[in-house]
């Protein structure tokens, strides 16, 4: 359920819906699609067509519905051959293992875009190919993609097919009528957002909407009950550590310091950063990407609670504004910020927001190159514009460009294998396994939510598809991330556990609206695409679990899930909102990446914890997966760092129904696949990882 965060046209709607940047994938030709012949220009070349890895996967699942009566603007990411795909992999692999000669040698991202990214060469071959058509061309140091910017005309001459309008369940997209193909001597691999999944791909947010939860734990609860008050007491807060958010959608940072007004409490400080791809018309980019287009389309939202905005006199009335007309907010987004800013709130905290916005004459199609990351058009033009989660990527590759954010938190994914190959592939291929390798060459630390749907992530309930086969969700299967599952928190007024934490699932929620995907529980499973990494080789599973079986388990760590002890969050705080319980498992991965910037504050203040450990960055550790399972192979450790939850499943249930779709799966004793190791209290973790004893 890809959200769409600011549409303001019908047609808007469906030109951002092939604006998601995050899930395009697709491999193969597939089977023969309506009107297959491409009705476009050739594209020149001299060696012949060449079909390309894309979006297919959805379409074969899709009803046609027929061809585009006028042009419209498109947005997508295109992959030029890297040099060295595997071996960024490699690499980061080896800078996050303990004991590896590469552990903690973290990367620059130019030295990834020249060891491992698309060559120059390739780069300016394929930028050189799209720009002839009139497509602007934006890159990135890391060289791991371009991004694309043009009309669909401009894209039916580049790739030699039409497009048109598809219906998946309630979603209706465009996307292409037959197979896209270039010259084969274009080094182009993929292209991404060239079809959506947009049903398929959502947040991990249980909203106080569907039910009443309460008012909902405060910070200092969930900081007693995880054990940050004993890192607080030793000066720990995450200063000097920057934490990012993928956002999901737009926020009012006001709202961070009127929420720890309400708790009494210190936050952190948000900055908002824009997507910026450099684009190849630039003076700082090589001569032989040519001229490209004037056209970036990438800003920060415009804020409609300003007075310049045209809907100030809307969103600026009493009561809370309409969250559709005034653009302010998205409770993703607000959960994510709040809970981190609240628990390591010494943190600099940076969300990332790629918003796109383009003006197109409303009658031809035709871009305005004058008007692009605006928030209005002029007289005949219509403004089309996606933002947040929908093109996630381009926030995932500002992440990696400038490389100042230690942790990051991401709330949001789908199934696995409806993604397609050319966004994750058997093996762990594609462009989702490269970004996050990028990521933990760094040496950022990324946390990512398992998912609120048991062991069903590829389940659609809005285009009533239940499959029974287990599903999980990726980029919590990465091997690259932390895949954090979620738990009740049975806590008093002061934050002290009353009793046993369990597996977060419809035993102890009992509290959604009953549907599919608002009551089921923490999200975990085996993987079918991802092999299963050396920190997690040797694993045997108990309980009526199933094996890995050579394949990546999820989730490896568990925090605060469910709604009956969600933390509290809220919404147009300053606008008169209420603050009250959120959960899920969006609630859980921004509380494990606030707990790890009290870690590496701990890891930059140690005498030795840098020791080894090469560049500005000394103090990362990687991604922190195979240090949690070190720490766990050893029985005393395990018991001292981790509460090892015991209780509980994450089976789906259809439609709220008793019949579950899934068999899969249950807590046990050690490492399960409903909460991974377990719950890792802070401060024995940083005494764990530190040496340094934390009370």
């Known amino acids: 359920m890809f959200r769409m965060q600011r549409i303001r046209t019908a047609a808007a709607s469906l030109i951002a819906a092939s604006l998601l940047a995050a899930c395009g994938g697709g491999g193969g030709a597939g089977s023969p699609l309506p009107g297959a012949n491409t009705g476009g220009n050739t594209p020149i070349g001299s060696t012949g067509p060449s079909s390309l890895r894309w979006g297919q996967r959805m379409l074969q699942q899709a009803s046609y519905i027929g061809p585009l009566t006028k042009p419209v603007a498109l947005a997508m990411l295109a992959q030029p051959q890297m040099q060295n795909a595997a071996g960024l992999l490699s690499y980061a692999q080896q800078a996050s293992t303990p004991g590896n000669p590469n552990y903690r040698h973290f990367l620059t991202p130019q030295q990834i875009g020249q060891l491992y990214g698309a060559s120059p060469v390739n780069q300016a071959k394929v930028a050189a190919y799209f720009q002839q058509y009139g497509i602007g061309v934006g890159t990135w140091p890391q060289n791991l993609v371009l991004s694309l910017v043009g009309t669909s005309t401009q894209f039916t001459a580049a790739l030699g097919v039409k497009f048109g309008y598809y219906q998946y369940g309630k979603e209706r997209f465009i996307a292409p009528i037959g197979t896209p193909h270039v010259d084969a001597s274009i080094p182009l691999v ?20 569907t039910a009443s939860f309460g008012p909902g734990l405060s910070p200092q609860q969930v900081a007693r009950a995880f054990d940050f008050t004993g890192a607080y007491n030793a000066g720990l807060t995450g200063n000097g550590i920057g934490l990012g958010i993928i956002g999901t959608g737009p926020i009012d940072p006001t709202d961070v310091p009127y929420y720890g007004a309400a708790f009494h409490t210190r936050v952190a400080t948000v900055t908002l950063i824009p997507t910026s791809p450099e684009f190849v018309n ?39 504004p309409n969250y559709q007309q005034c653009n ?82 991401l709330s949001y994914g789908g199934g696995e294998t409806n993604f397609g190959s050319a966004y994750v592939g ?25 998912g609120d749907t048991g062991n069903a992530a590829c389940a659609v309930p809005g285009a009533g598809l239940y499959p029974t086969t287990p599903c999980v969700s990726y980029p919590a299967t990465d091997t690259n991330v932390v895949a954090v599952g979620g738990v009740n928190l049975p806590v008093d007024g002061a934050g002290n556990l009353l009793g046993e934490i369990t597996a977060w699932a419809d035993q102890t929620t009992l509290g959604g609206d009953g549907s599919f995907g608002n009551n089921i529980g923490s999200g975990g499973g085996v993987s079918v695409l991802i092999p299963a990494p050396t920190w997690q080789a040797g694993l045997t599973l108990t309980g009526g679990n199933p094996q890995l079986g050579g394949f990546r388990g999820i989730p490896d760590i568990s925090m605060d899930a469910d709604p009956l002890s969600g933390q509290a969050a809220g919404m147009y705080i300053a606008y008169g909102g209420t603050i009250g319980a959120f959960g899920g498992t969006s609630l859980a991965a921004p509380q494990a990446a606030a707990q790890w910037a009290l870690v590496l504050q701990a890891c930059k203040q140690s005498a030795t914890c840098g020791n080894g450990s090469t560049g500005p960055y000394s103090y990362r550790l990687g991604n922190p997966a195979p240090l949690f399972y070190q720490i766990a192979s050893a029985p005393a450790n395990y018991v001292s760092v981790f509460k090892d939850v015991k209780y509980g499943e994450n089976q789906a249930n259809q439609n709220g129904s008793l019949a579950p779709i899934t068999g899969c799966c249950f807590s046990t004793p050690g490492y399960d696949l409903v909460t991974g190791l377990g719950v890792p209290m802070t401060g024995r973790l940083i005494t764990a990882i530190t040496q340094t004893p934390v009370n």
């Not at 490209?292 to 009561?319: E, H, I, K, M, Q």
Request: proline share 8%; net charge negative.
């Open 190 to 209: 993929a292209l991404n957002a060239l079809v959506p999944i947009a049903s398929q791909v959502h947040d991990y947010l249980i909203r106080p909407s």
């Open 282 to 320: 630039q003076a700082t980019t090589p001569a032989l990407l040519g001229p490209g287009l004037p056209v970036t389309g990438f800003t920060l939202p415009p804020r409609d609670t300003t007075p310049a905005s045209p809907n100030y006199s809307a969103c600026s009335s009493s009561g809370v």
């Open 328 to 409: 302010l907010e998205d409770g993703e987004a607000q959960l994510d910020t709040e809970t981190t800013a609240s628990l390591a709130p010494g943190v600099n905290e940076n969300f990332y927001l790629a918003y796109y916005s383009i003006c197109v004459n409303a009658t031809t199609g035709a871009i305005d190159t004058a008007n692009a990351g605006v928030t209005s058009c002029p007289a005949g033009e219509t403004l089309l514009d996606a933002e947040g989660i929908s093109i996630a990527d381009f926030e995932i590759q500002q992440a990696i460009a400038d490389n100042r954010s230690d942790v990051l938190s």
């Open 426 to 450: 058997p093996g762990g291929t594609g462009l989702g396994p490269s970004e996050f390798a990028a990521l933990a060459a760094e040496g950022i630390a990324v946390f990512v939510s398992s």
